[in-house]
């Protein structure tokens, strides 16, 4: 178990903050808006959320979606507030046990947990960088997201734009960067790096 309540609030700090003007910004997610970026971090709050909870919803559930950047109102504190369920829902020893499934998937609920803050922690890096801002992350955090993604196969594809082929960053370079690169992005992407 690893608590996510620290990655959830960076992240629901972060999304609080966007203001509307930037609604249309590149993200280090290829051909991704900053507002579509944050309709997927709601999405996968929720999966993850009946991942945790092994709630029947999830068996008719689907990966969150790229395809729409509309923002319900009331986004700011609605997106927020799942985040903090997220994790709390974590918080309980039942959610790393037995089997679950999210985003269409079957898997255990040990490598659901992992998914989930690694889902939270990058895209917060996303977000930051999107809005230029700085993003750190605790060692336990980063480590646990690095051992996850280091025994996950390296796709030579680009996925969705979220996780696409892997960008090499030096054995030495702190941990987030190579985490950050292991996901398939430049971890000194800047919002003036490529257009979405």
Same mark, same amino acid.
């Given at each position: ?55 029947? $919803?999830?068996?008719?559930? *689907?990966?969150? =979606? ?5 923002? +319900? @109102? ?5 997106? !927020? ?60 955090? $980063?480590?646990?997201?690095? *051992?996850?993604? =280091? ?5 030579? +594809? @680009? ?5 696409? !082929? ?31």
């Amino acid at each position: 178990m690893i608590d996510l309540t620290r990655a959830a609030r960076r992240t629901a700090d972060l999304i609080a903050a966007v203001p509307d003007e930037r609604l249309d910004a590149p993200t280090p997610c290829e051909k991704t808006s900053l507002a579509q970026l944050i309709v997927h971090v709601e999405g996968l709050s929720q999966a993850f959320v009946w991942a945790a909870r092994k709630d029947p $919803a999830i068996h008719e559930d *689907a990966a969150p =979606s790229l395809e729409s950047a509309e923002l +319900e @109102p009331g986004w700011r504190e609605r997106i !927020p507030e799942r985040l903090a369920e997220l994790a709390e829902a974590w918080r309980d020893p039942a959610a790393w046990e037995g089997m679950t499934r999210a985003g269409g998937v079957d898997l255990p609920g040990e490598v659901a947990g992992l998914v989930a803050l690694d889902e939270v922690v990058v895209h917060g890096w996303d977000i930051a960088r999107a809005l230029d801002r700085p993003y750190d992350v605790t060692r336990e955090e $980063a480590e646990a997201c690095m *051992a996850f993604v =280091s025994e996950t196969p390296e796709d030579p +594809e @680009p996925d969705n734009g979220l996780f696409g !082929p892997p960008v090499r960053v030096p054995d030495e370079a702190p941990i987030l960067d190579r985490l950050i690169g292991r996901t398939g992005r430049d971890p000194f992407w800047t919002p003036g790096s490529r257009t979405p």
